[in-house]
């Protein structure tokens, strides 16, 4: 009789693996044997043998954990169970998928045009703040930085106008506690203006940093004095650094430092 092949694998779980050609041709050939005695098997039947014989086949069967005595012989419907084929998908299981998928792409697609218009939108909202507060911190700067014992009161309200939030509140008091006694004791007159080439070409302004609300600018201001305690007039060439805040009455001062 032909050997059977027995293949384990490790695990919990033992496996055999038999070459069901050569156990079936086995035990056909043993019972043919049997049952037809010395009759000799026409050629025809051996044909119709070889035909049902699924000869090159292997077949994975679950042993049991204390193993066989004497390991199964494979039935056709093994074979069956393990040829039949897949069912295709159906045409309504198709069109569901693809109705899902079409849905997922235009969600995607409306995601990414709301992301990318915001973004236009915030760029251009941008570009708008840096040309608007730039012209307002041009505009505020003389009128902030400057003052004349004469006319104080008027000239602290001028410059309050263009003024807003804590920075506002703060440049009221320095003004009336320090700056407006010292320049009524020594007669005091401060003139400030922006730098610009003597040509009469672009005054030196330039912003440092930009948000549709927020905008930071850079002003090159110069500045003279003068006093009693100062023989004739003093110029000062500053650097200020300028915060812009966009508010309800347009682009205001929210902060200045001297650099």
Known sequence: MPKTTIARTPGPTARRTMTAAARAAGKRAERGHREAGPATATDGDADARAERSPTGRTVLIDAPKDGWQDPPEPTPEMFEADEAP????????????????????????????????????????????????????????????????????????????????????????????????????????????????????????SVVSASPDKVVVLLFVNQVTESTQVSGSRLDLNRVRMTMTRTDEGWKVSAVDAL
Do not use: N
Not at 155 to 183: C, I, N, Q
């Open 86 to 205: 897949k069912k295709p998908a159906t045409p309504a299981r198709r069109r569901r998928l693809l109705t899902a998928l079409l849905a997922v792409l235009l969600m995607a697609g409306a995601a990414a045009a709301a992301v990318l218009g915001w973004q236009s939108r915030d760029a251009h909202r941008t570009e708008t703040a840096r040309s608007e507060a730039l012209a307002a911190a041009q505009k505020a700067a003389p009128v902030v930085l400057s003052y004349d014992y004469r006319h104080l009161d008027g000239d602290f309200a001028k410059a309050r106008a263009h003024l807003t939030g804590g920075f506002r509140e703060e440049y009221g008091k320095t003004t009336k506690t320090v700056v407006g006694p010292t320049a009524t004791r020594y007669h005091g007159v401060v003139k400030a203006a922006i730098a610009a080439p003597a040509s009469g070409g672009t005054p030196a302004a």
